[in-house]
């Protein structure tokens, strides 16, 4: 059993920065892809960024440039340094995870993911 637990979420000003971390606890060893999926109240569950292994990282575009997902492998965390922040950046933030299968064709789906936090609460007043 995999499990997955979010951190770091808070209320920030519009221009400031949060990071988020998600603690992976279980056999997550093995190849996997890391994701963070952002959903905000009423709205469909988005994309925001993934990590394929160790170095492959993808990011929506509307946070490309601003947000940098990383592993910290040592601690076995996921991690999102997020920057800029915007109001349209509020949002319940989940951490999941694809640890089988095809890894490289489904890094960004929410539908191919096999675990998932509970989330952490970002909201950014301007």
């Known amino acids: 059993q995999v499990q997955l637990v979010e951190s770091g979420g808070g209320s920030v000003q519009a221009g400031g920065s949060l990071t988020l971390s998600c603690a992976a606890s279980?056999?997550?060893?093995?190849?996997?892809?890391m994701a963070w999926f952002r959903q905000a109240p009423g709205k469909e569950r988005e994309f925001v960024s993934s990590?394929?292994?160790?170095?492959?990282?993808n990011y929506a575009d509307s946070v490309k440039g601003r947000f940098t997902i990383s592993k910290d492998n040592e601690k076995n965390t996921l991690l999102l340094q997020m920057n800029s922040l915007e109001p349209e950046d509020t949002a319940m933030y989940y951490c999941?995870?694809?640890?089988?299968?095809?890894?490289?064709?489904?890094?960004?789906?929410?539908?191919?993911?096999?675990?998932w936090g509970q989330g952490t609460l970002v909201t950014i007043s301007s």
């Open positions: 999941a995870a694809r640890l089988w299968g095809d890894l490289e064709s489904y890094c960004t789906n929410d539908y191919a993911m096999n675990y």
């Open positions: 279980g056999d997550t060893r093995r190849r996997n892809c």
């Open positions: 990590i394929l292994g160790d170095s492959t990282t």
